[in-house]
């Protein structure tokens, strides 16, 4: 079946520690994005790319890093630089390439700073 | 300005009646318009987009574009308990070249059977 897979579902990080948010997709998208949501919030853009090896910042990306070596794969890192961690993180991908292309999420991860 | 800009809500209908969301966008150029729906606790799911002036129908659900007033909005016939969510609106501003779904707040919708 296609579709985008993050894990882990849950995940819990001590203070000032790195974790690696996984994000893979089987659609054949060339986009994909970040986004970060805290409770009763939209959606905030972290990170996205258009193509492999290249990304670009969105509108909250301090403290986090990303990737895109692989078509399928766009890991998110949330640093230790990232102050305040604790949220619900989604990734998402889209055909790409233009405007009239929809974008579908994963199942998401929630991350919390124990 | 927000880029995209929603009624918290809630919303409140009774189980039949039609929802009627609206969203507004700041970018005159923006392309595309999409509807998500958001249950507590999952990811959102799309439900809707439209890329043209006027109305745009699927099932119970209809999308309403007019781009002079830089509005958008999301009619729900004979809405259902099940309804019962966070609608979400995404625009796709022309000032990022297109490459950016920027998102509403969201608003939440009650259906009281």
């Known amino acids: 079946d296609g579709g985008i897979t993050q894990s882990p579902k849950y995940l819990f990080r001590k203070e000032g520690q790195n974790v690696t948010l996984s994000c893979e997709q089987n659609l054949n998208h060339d986009a994909m994005y970040w986004y970060r949501q805290d409770p009763g919030q939209g959606l905030r853009l972290i990170y996205y790319s258009q193509i492999v090896n290249d990304f670009q910042k969105g509108d909250i990306a301090e403290g986090y890093s990303v990737s895109r070596e692989k078509k399928e794969s766009f890991p998110l890192t949330v640093t230790s630089a990232q102050k305040n961690p604790t949220a619900f993180y989604l990734c998402a991908s889209s055909i790409g390439g233009t405007a009239n292309t929809e974008a579908f999420f994963g199942q998401g991860t929630r991350l919390t700073v124990v | 300005q927000k880029e995209v800009e929603q009624n918290s809500g809630p919303l409140s209908v009774p189980e039949g009646a039609i929802a009627s969301l609206n969203c507004t966008y700041s970018?005159?150029?923006?392309?595309?318009f999409f509807w998500y729906r958001q249950y507590s606790g999952k990811s959102p799911e799309l439900i809707m987009f439209i890329y043209s002036n006027g109305d745009k129908e699927d099932g119970r659900f209809t999308a309403q574009l007019n781009k002079a007033s830089q509005y958008v909005s999301l009619l729900i016939r004979d809405s259902q308990p099940s309804d019962s969510a966070t609608y979400l609106c995404a625009v796709t501003p022309l000032n990022t070249g297109f490459q950016k779904l920027v998102f509403g707040t969201g608003t939440r919708l009650l259906v009281s059977p």
């Open positions: 970018d005159r150029g923006s392309q595309s």
